[in-house]
T-cell receptor
């Protein structure tokens, strides 16, 4: 089974802090994704990466950056945390099977519930 | 812009009932559609994935159908059990910038199965 592991289930930080959320997958997947999930807004894509050192902006990249130095690890960085970044953050990965599009299921981690005070 | 809608937002049924969850999307140019389950405070578990060329997929008591031309999918759950209680999310893979595509999610249907 695919295993996507997020480093923390719960995290509390203060405004202005630099925050790192880590995600590791063990299935040699090319694609990795970061989402946030908020009540009434659903899941929204922040950033995704389809290869080491590659990144693409999603729908809501402002205030975030990412790092993909190794294939198995995708980090989300809050440069200067703000209270409106309090949310559930979900990481996902999928296998790329060619044909121009990643037609493989996305597998999710358990999420990190981040509170910014 | 692709939009995904799930109706109803919440559903409560007695144990043993067969039920259908609905998902609609505005742009039929999708690569695939995926159904997920989410338990409270947890991540998403992938249930079924239907490629754009397929009409349905089955796994155990779950059956998902896809009508791309009308922009609709349904998730059928047979003989529901209290353990099926969760939020069910539908997502479509649409082209977004790079070649890998991007999942667009509905807001989910919260299912409660009463014993």
């Amino acid at each position: 089974d695919v295993k996507v592991t997020q480093s923390s289930r719960y995290l509390v930080k203060r405004t202005g802090e630099k925050v790192f959320l880590e995600c590791v997958q063990d299935m040699d997947h090319e694609n990795m994704f970061w989402y946030r999930q908020d009540p009434g807004l659903g899941l929204r894509l922040i950033y995704f990466s389809y290869d080491v050192k590659m990144k693409e902006k999603g729908d809501i990249p402002e205030g975030y950056s990412v790092s993909r130095e190794k294939k198995e690890r995708f980090s989300l960085i809050l440069e200067s945390a703000s209270t409106n970044q309090t949310s559930m953050y979900l990481c996902a990965s999928s296998l790329y099977r060619g044909g121009g599009h990643g037609n493989q299921p996305q597998h999710f981690g358990d999420g990190t519930r981040l509170s910014i005070l | 812009k692709q939009e995904v809608t799930q109706i109803p937002a919440a559903l409560s049924v007695p144990e043993g009932e067969n039920l259908v969850l609905n998902c609609s999307f505005t742009d039929s140019a999708i690569y695939n559609l995926q159904w997920f389950r989410q338990d409270p405070g947890k991540g998403l578990t992938s249930l079924l994935l239907i490629q754009s060329s397929q009409r349905e997929q089955t796994s155990g008591r779950l059956n998902a159908s896809l009508d791309k031309s009308s922009g609709r999918s349904t998730l059928y759950i047979a003989a529901s059990q209290p353990g099926d209680s969760a939020t069910y999310l539908c997502a479509v893979l649409s082209n977004y910038g790079g070649s890998q595509g991007n999942l667009i999610f509905g807001k989910g249907t919260k299912l409660s199965v009463k014993p």
